[in-house]
C-alpha cells in the first residue's frame, strides 16, 4: 500500500487508485488500526516509513478490487532470531474462499525473502476461520496461544507453489488473484 493512501485512508478519505478499485467494505476498522500502530511505530523508531519498505502492509487484490489487506507488524528485532508478526483482514464477502490462506502463504514468501527467520501471528481463541488460515499456511499453534512458523532450508515446501513475486517490497497490490 502506497504511503500516500495509507494517509488518506487514516485520514477517512478512500484514496482513487487508477489500477485498482477498493471493496465497498474496505477499508476495515482493522486496517485503519494496522495502518496507524505501523506508522506510529516508524516514527517511534525514528524512521520515515522507506518507499521500498521490506516490513509494510500489502493489499490484497482479487479481480481489480482490493478485498483486504495482509502485512507486518513492524521490522524484527536486532536479535537473532529475527522475528516479525503479522496481520491481516478480508472484507466479510470475500472470506472462506481461500483468500487469506493465500494471501499468508506470499507474505511468508516475502518475510523469508527478506531475512526472517521466524513469523508469529496471534489471533483471537474463538476465531476458529483464522486459525485454520493460519494452519493451511504452516504455522503452528504454540504454547502462548501466539501461532508461529520458522524458516526452513527450503521455504517454498512450507508456502506451496507460488509464483515469483518478482515487484520490490514496496507494494504487492495483487499478491491474490481470482483463477
Known amino acids: 500500500m502506497p504511503v500516500a493512501e495509507g ?5 477517512g478519505l ?10 465497498p467494505d474496505y477499508p476495515m476498522s482493522e486496517t ?10 516508524y516514527e517511534v523508531m525514528g524512521r520515515k516509513r ?4 521490506r516490513w509494510w502492509i500489502h493489499q490484497i487484490v ?3 478490487t482490493v ?3 495482509i502485512g507486518f507488524h513492524g521490522p524484527p528485532g536486532p536479535d ?4 516479525v508478526e503479522i496481520g491481516y483482514a478480508v472484507v466479510p464477502p470475500w472470506r472462506g474462499r481461500g483468500v487469506a490462506t493465500r494471501a499468508c502463504r506470499l507474505i511468508l514468501a516475502r518475510a523469508w525473502a527478506d531475512g526472517a527467520d521466524r513469523v508469529v501471528a496471534e489471533t483471537d481463541p474463538a476465531n476458529l476461520a483464522s486459525q485454520r488460515v493460519l494452519g493451511a499456511a504452516g504455522f503452528r499453534a504454540g504454547i502462548d496461544g501466539a501461532y508461529v512458523i520458522n524458516r526452513t532450508p527450503d521455504p517454498g515446501k512450507i508456502a506451496g507453489r507460488l509464483p515469483s513475486i518478482g515487484e ?7 499478491i491474490f488473484e481470482e483463477t
Request: proline fraction near 15%.
Open 168 to 174: 520490490p517490497a514496496r507494494n504487492l497490490p495483487a
Open 32 to 41: 485503519l488500526d494496522a495502518l496507524a500502530m505501523l506508522t506510529d511505530a
Open 62 to 64: 482479487v479481480a481489480e
Open 67 to 69: 478485498v483486504g489487506d
Open 7 to 11: 494517509r488518506q485512508l487514516l485520514a
Open 80 to 83: 537473532p532470531p529475527l522475528t
Open 50 to 53: 522507506p518507499d521500498d519498505p
Open 14 to 23: 478512500r484514496p482513487a487508485s487508477g489500477t485498482v478499485e477498493l471493496h
